[in-house]
T-cell receptor, first 114, second 114 residues
């Protein structure tokens, strides 16, 4: 069975603090893909990153970084020096390399307080 | 502009009155899918389509129908809506008929069934 768990329902941080959003996944597939999406208050869903199961390199994009660890089945997302514009709901998602479905976590609502 | 267009943006209806939410993409994508977003449950996949005339059930297909007669369109049909189908619905597409590609999402349809 495929499953994504985002245990943090809501997080509040003060602006300029670093924050890490946790994502734990379950799959029996050896080939799979992990994603992060952002849903700002306006409601649209914005793609942030895709990672395949064979690439465990961490990725950094500006203030955003992602840590993929197969040993712990985790794909965590860190925002450095958070800003008010980072306030949003963040979803982690999983898709199988052989299947045709996407599985989303329940989302983490991040509030950055000015 | 590359986009996924959903209509309507907001819809209020009554129990049992058939409705259709339209979804269209202009990117020549093969894969299209529908999701519903509910508080505390994240996004759950309703149906997906790998290509024209190829559709399959996601995790929560009960009470919904879809069709894929043309590559660009993937309407979601509620034959007899019920209050438990009150939700925020998203249509999405991706380039290839596989789930290793990122999803492009529509703006969402907020449905209320009274």
């Amino acid at each position: 069975a495929q499953k994504v768990t985002q245990a943090q329902t809501e997080i509040s941080v003060v602006e300029k603090e670093d924050v890490t959003l946790d994502c734990v996944y379950e799959t029996r597939d050896t080939t799979y893909y992990l994603f992060w999406y952002k849903q700002p208050p306006s409601g649209e869903l914005v793609f942030l990153i895709r990672r395949n199961s064979f690439d465990e390199q961490n990725e950094i994009s500006g203030r955003y970084s992602w840590n993929f660890q197969k040993s712990t089945s985790s794909f965590n997302f860190t925002i450095t020096a958070s800003q008010v514009v980072d306030s949003a709901v963040y979803f982690c998602a999983l898709s199988s390399g052989t299947g045709n479905q996407f599985y989303f976590g329940t989302g983490t609502s991040l509030t950055v307080i000015p | 502009e590359a986009q996924v267009t959903q209509n309507p943006r907001y819809l209020i209806t009554v129990t049992g009155k058939k409705l259709t939410v339209t979804c269209s993409q202009n990117m020549n994508h093969e894969y299209m899918s529908w999701y519903r977003q509910d508080p505390g449950l994240g996004l759950r996949q309703i149906y997906y389509s790998m290509n024209v005339e190829v559709t399959d059930k996601g995790d929560v297909p009960e009470g919904y129908k879809v069709s894929r007669k043309e590559k660009r369109n993937f309407p979601l049909i509620l034959e007899s809506p019920s209050p438990n189908q009150t939700s925020l619905y998203f249509c999405a597409s991706s380039r290839q008929g596989a789930t290793n590609e990122k999803l492009f999402f529509g703006s969402g349809t907020q449905l209320s069934v009274l």
